[in-house]
């Protein structure tokens, strides 16, 4: 896929696998929204990688939020070409801890 002038939207881009993707699409010409749950992070990743990205508090486990960063990408690039999904949501427990399993509730988060 062609990245120069392409504009992506990638989740968990604060850190990690996110942030080495966003650096090598805004490096190869193409613009970034980073969206992570982690506002300052988030916010100094969009500024070191310059015009090239914006930043978008995002939370993958909402529907509304998703949409919302959907939105927001559109409206500053003019165009969505690509989602790339590197945020991940990890359980805070053990799976089978003393009391016994987690709850089904934080399974399905």
Do not use: Y
């Not at 120069?4 to 881009?13: D, H, N, P, S, W």
């Not at 090598?24 to 980073?34: D, E, R, S, T, W």
């Not at 998703?66 to 053990?94: M, W």
Request: net charge neutral; proline share 1%; hydrophobic share 50%.
């Amino acid at each position: 896929m062609e990245i120069k002038g392409k504009a992506f939207l990638v989740t968990g881009a604060a850190s990690g696998l996110g942030a080495g993707t966003a650096r090598m699409i805004v490096a190869n010409g193409g613009k970034i929204m980073v969206a992570d749950l982690n506002e300052a992070a988030g916010n100094a990743l969009a500024t070191e990688l310059g015009q090239a990205a914006r930043f978008a508090r995002t939370d993958v486990a909402d529907e509304a939020s998703g949409r919302a960063a959907v939105d927001v990408t559109v409206k500053a690039f003019g165009a969505i070409h690509g989602l790339i999904n590197c945020a991940g949501i990890a359980i805070g427990e053990r799976v089978v801890g003393k009391e016994g399993p987690h709850s089904l509730a934080s399974f399905v988060r």
